[in-house]
């Protein structure tokens, strides 16, 4: 018998407010030791949290694909972690293995066929990157701008993003960039954050919209009119950006974080005028679900990976310690705690 720690559900938020710590439990367990056939035991390295929990959290969560926690039950979403033993013919003792459905526990025993093995060359030994810029985050970001943006080398299109210092945004921008976008524009919560995209990042500019007229900023920022916004969070900033927008623009509606406390439907209504401003001007505004785009992964995380080796995408992370802070993590990143993508350390 080997102790373990766990992550239980022990309360809901509610549709309608702010998640807190208190509605996480660690716990104690017990695994057995002897593998059934097919089974592998795994010790968690490195966890994720991200903005689509907040609907695992509600009893209806919204989303055909997504299934609700269960209280009392082990939480679980993206992890990384190393296997310990197996007895699945796909994983050996030493692999590196993630899984979008990994328990919030310091081991655990696994289906083989839900882990999928990974290189770490891919990520030259920073293995949390499976979580951010080599993983799903990374692939938002990538697939997002491929499939909905519409960016054009030599068109001299301007780019704005918001929710522009998180996991997905700073990748965004700078993918932005790659591809051919003369000027990009990020939007975020604070001063530091706006500093580490225009200095680190290479973002033209920055705004904090807690401190900054907004719409004035842009402006200034976006001299000739917004022609991509990449939307990660909703509500006023967006309804401001898509007012800046020039004709035949694309929106990437990646996200709508800003209305993730709140008892709407996904994606949330738009106000008239903005929904005018979207048929008068011919610009587009698709949903984006990167996991309708799989068959596109591996193409897409070596570009990916190509680009963090070569210095051209730099990676911001938070990293806190322990599966004590699940809870508290989750609930920072909710609240802008966060720079670049907010990882969990679990074991070394
Ligand atoms: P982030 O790392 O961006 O963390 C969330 C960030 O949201 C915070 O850091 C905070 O930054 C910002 N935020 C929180 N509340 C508000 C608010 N009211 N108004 C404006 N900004 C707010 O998370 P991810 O990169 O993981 O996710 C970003 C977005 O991408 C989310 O909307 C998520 O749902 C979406 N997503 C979509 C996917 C898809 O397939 N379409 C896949 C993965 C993610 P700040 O300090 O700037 O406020």
């Known amino acids: 018998e080997m102790q373990v720690q766990k992550v239980v559900l022990n309360s809901r938020p509610g549709t309608n407010g702010a998640p807190v710590p208190e509605n996480f439990r660690l716990e104690e367990a017990t695994l057995a030791p002897d593998l059934k056939?097919?089974?592998?035991?795994?010790?968690?390295?490195?966890?994720?949290?991200?903005?689509?929990?907040?609907?695992?959290?509600?009893?209806d969560t919204g989303a055909e694909y997504l299934t609700p926690w269960q209280l009392s039950e082990c939480v679980d979403g993206g992890g990384v972690g190393v296997v310990q033993s197996s007895r699945c013919s796909a994983c050996t003792e030493g692999d590196v293995v993630t899984s979008?459905?990994?328990?919030?526990?310091?081991?655990?025993?696994m289906k083989g066929s839900v882990l999928q093995k990974v290189d770490p060359q891919l990520v030259d030994g920073h293995l949390s990157y499976f979580l951010g810029a080599i993983g799903i985050t990374g692939l938002t970001a990538l697939?997002?701008?491929?499939?909905?943006?519409?960016?054009?080398?030599?068109a001299n299109q301007t780019m704005v993003v918001s929710g522009a210092a998180g996991a997905c945004g700073s990748i965004a921008g700078q993918i932005g960039r790659l591809d051919g976008c003369v000027r990009v524009v990020g939007i975020c919560g604070s001063d530091e954050k706006c500093r580490a995209l225009v200095e680190d990042l290479g973002?033209?500019?920055?705004?904090?919209?807690?401190?900054?007229?907004?719409?004035?900023?842009?402006?200034?920022?976006?001299?000739?009119?917004?022609?991509v916004y990449f939307d990660n969070v909703?509500?006023?900033?967006?309804?401001?950006?898509?007012?800046?927008?020039?004709?035949?623009?694309?929106?990437?509606?990646?996200?709508?974080?800003?209305q993730y406390n709140k008892d709407v439907p996904y994606p949330p209504p738009l106000s008239d005028e903005t929904q005018d401003t979207l048929r008068s001007?011919?610009?587009?505004?698709?949903?984006?679900?990167v996991l309708n785009y799989m068959n596109k992964a591996?193409?897409?995380?070596?570009?990916l990976s190509q680009w963090v080796k070569s210095g051209q995408i730099k990676v911001l992370e938070t990293v806190?310690?322990?599966?004590?802070?699940?809870?508290?993590?989750?609930?920072s990143m909710m609240k802008g705690g966060n720079i670049g993508k907010q990882i969990i350390k679990i074991s070394e």
């Open 320 to 331: 806190v310690n322990g599966i004590g802070s699940m809870g508290d993590a989750f609930c």
């Open 234 to 258: 909703g509500g006023t900033i967006s309804d401001t950006v898509i007012a800046q927008m020039n004709n035949g623009g694309h929106v990437i509606l990646c996200g709508q974080i800003s």
């Open 281 to 289: 001007k011919n610009i587009t505004r698709e949903r984006f679900t």
């Open 298 to 303: 591996d193409a897409a995380l070596c570009e």
């Open 143 to 154: 697939l997002g701008i491929r499939e909905k943006g519409n960016v054009t080398k030599g």
């Open 203 to 227: 973002f033209s500019a920055a705004i904090n919209y807690r401190q900054e007229d907004v719409p004035a900023r842009l402006k200034e920022c976006c001299p000739g009119g917004v022609d």
């Open 37 to 59: 056939d097919g089974e592998v035991l795994v010790r968690t390295l490195y966890l994720s949290v991200d903005p689509y929990m907040r609907c695992r959290m509600n009893e």
């Open 100 to 109: 979008f459905n990994w328990p919030w526990q310091t081991f655990a025993v």
